[in-house]
């Protein structure tokens, strides 16, 4: 963990306040866009933002939350009780959504689906490479750093407050572009299914705020052998791997409990884990808040 400082609090949309968070003593750790972080907030939680300040910046780094009215007390705290001044431990950066190569981007922001593609799409103008933004919300008011991308990234950007333009034609925001250009998406779910529908998956990279919903075959019960320390853990079929080792006395990290984050990654040693999250495992990996096993034991290392 890092130790940092409120250094600025900013209103900057309806319901959209942006945290800088500056570095207690030495360079905070690097990133890259589409990377996030875990912020240990003072009332125990943990919650999870994608950074959207400027990778350059080693002194401090940039996160926007916008305040849901069913919070589970993530964003509540934030936007009630933070203060500027207040220390929090924030987790290194972590990656899902990268930037990979392209020779041109498109990018589909809804909401404060804004936050990991801003430097996105500051490194691909920065670079020289073809990429433009289409930034969709109900409203110009509720919509954050709209001034910044304008000054910054000029007419690359394309604001629609869609109650009163509606939703773009995503078919024809596709049809002009290079056969190998990358569209990034990241917003709520609507957007992403309808994004979805238009795109080739080999094009698209997405990321969620939530879990898809799907449903999976009843659980079962299943072991978990923890190899560090030899022991084996029974995961109920009413438990989830992540609580039966948290409550065994292995403390693994954990944020949204939805599969989408990341943060509870286990290395999987042998056995056939049932991945049921929405990051994507790679192999030899997988998040114990919701995935589970095919087989009757997992080795994991841990
Ligand atoms: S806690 Fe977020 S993926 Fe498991």
Same mark, same amino acid.
């Given at each position: 963990?890092? /130790?940092? #400082? &409120? ?8 319901? &959209?306040?942006?945290? *800088? ?37 080693? /002194?401090? %780094? ?10 589970r007390g993530g964003s509540e705290y934030i936007h009630r ?10 987790? +290194? ?5 990268? +930037?990979?190569?392209?020779?041109? %981007?498109?990018? +589909? ?15 691909? &103008? !920065? ?21 910044? $991308? ?6 690359? @950007? ?6 009163? /333009?509606?939703?773009?034609? $995503?078919?024809?925001?596709?049809? =002009?572009?290079?056969?190998? =250009?990358? *569209? ?11 994004? !979805? ?34 022991? #084996? &853990?029974?995961?109920?079929?009413? !438990? ?24 509870? =990654? ?7 884990? !049932? ?20 087989? =009757?034991?997992? @080795?994991?290392?841990?």
């Amino acid at each position: 963990m890092q /130790q940092t #400082t &409120v250094d600025r609090i900013d209103q900057v949309a309806e319901d &959209v306040v942006s945290l *800088v968070l500056r570095a207690a003593a030495g360079p905070l750790a690097p990133w890259g866009p589409g990377a996030h972080i875990d912020l240990a907030l003072p009332n125990w939680l943990t919650r999870q933002y994608s950074l959207c300040g400027d990778p350059a910046d080693r /002194q401090s %780094y940039r996160i926007a939350i916008r305040y849901d009215p069913l919070s589970r007390g993530g964003s509540e705290y934030i936007h009630r009780f933070l203060r500027q001044g207040r220390t929090l431990e924030v987790s +290194l950066p972590r990656n899902h959504f990268p +930037l990979e190569p392209a020779p041109e %981007y498109l990018f +589909l922001a809804g909401g404060i689906g804004i936050t990991p593609l801003l430097p996105m799409l500051r490194t691909a &103008v !920065e670079s020289d490479i073809p990429a433009s933004l289409v930034f969709l919300g109900q409203s110009l008011a509720t919509m954050p750093f709209v001034d910044e $991308l304008r000054s910054t990234c000029g007419d690359r @950007v394309r604001v629609v407050p869609t109650k009163q /333009q509606g939703r773009p034609d $995503l078919g024809a925001l596709g049809s =002009a572009l290079d056969p190998g =250009a990358l *569209v990034y998406c990241c917003g709520p779910a609507s957007l992403l299914a309808a994004v !979805e529908d238009v795109f080739p998956a080999e094009r698209l990279r997405t990321e969620r705020f939530h879990p898809v919903a799907r449903s999976f075959a009843p659980n079962t019960e299943f072991e978990a052998v923890c190899t560090r320390s030899g022991r #084996t &853990v029974r995961v109920p079929s009413d !438990e989830s791997l992540l609580d039966a080792l948290t409550h065994a006395g292995y403390p693994v990290s954990a944020g949204c409990r939805e599969g989408v984050c990341g943060s509870c =990654a286990l290395t999987v040693v042998d056995g056939e884990p !049932e991945h049921r999250d929405d990051v994507g495992a790679p192999a030899g990996r997988m998040y114990a808040c919701v995935s589970r096993a095919l087989s =009757a034991r997992l @080795v994991l290392d841990i």
